[in-house]
């Protein structure tokens, strides 16, 4: 069944950023640097979009945009997705504008591939230093807007043999910045070849996909 959905422009309740489209909707990819590789999957998102196009009426751009913080058209994009593993590094000068960007309207999600932990929620003090990283519980919008998902993240990766959790940053009781620990819901998104997960595993990590980019846009 499809559900009629209509997004926001980034921006548009606040009116502080446009976006040059904002009849379309994709997803930027966020270049970092510090040596993880923030290119992991690259069938990932054009999944993710095709998937969102074909479960909602949100005009899509199936197209992945990649973009750096000091990127001049940062802010054409409502909504950044960082993945990979291992270290992630931020300079002052680009905490300072992701900074700018999320207390804007602007949102955040980042995906553990195995290994970002560390480094994000240490660059994340960093970019919000009296903010912190806390979990969501169940019944946080982000698992319900769409579709439900009454236990939180789906388990997609088994990683450390943990239990998924959801991690979120607030501005003014905003959610800007949402990191999945321990459910990779990323790798989810690749082509099933990629990671050979059951049809089930995937359909979940879509799912799940959809829900927090429309709480990311409508909230």
Known sequence: MLIVFAPLAFGQTKGKTTN?????????????????????????????????????????????VRVSIMDEDLFSYPFLFLTGHGNIKFTDQELERLRNYLTHGGFLFANDSYGLKDAFFREMKRLF??????????????????YDFPNGLPKIHKHDGKPPRGFGIFH????????????????????????????????????????????????
């Not at 997803?27 to 054009?46: F, Q, V």
């Not at 230093?129 to 769409?146: R, T």
């Not at 999945?180 to 050979?196: C, F, R, T």
Request: charged share 25%; proline share 7%; with cysteine.
């Open 129 to 146: 230093p009296d903010k912190e990283l806390v979990e969501l519980p169940f019944s946080h919008g982000i698992y319900h807007c769409f």
């Open 20 to 64: 040059t489209n904002p009849s379309a909707f994709t997803i930027a990819r966020l270049k970092y640097g510090g040596g993880g590789d923030w290119y992991w999957g690259s069938s990932a998102i054009p999944n993710m979009l095709k998937f969102l196009k074909e479960k909602t009426n949100i005009p899509v751009k199936e197209e992945e």
């Open 172 to 219: 003014d009781g905003r959610l800007v910045v949402f990191f999945v620990y321990e459910s990779d819901i990323g790798d989810g998104w690749e082509d099933p070849q990629v990671h050979n997960d059951p049809p089930e595993k995937r359909e979940a990590a879509l799912k799940m996909g959809v829900n927090i980019i429309i709480w990311a846009l409508e909230n």
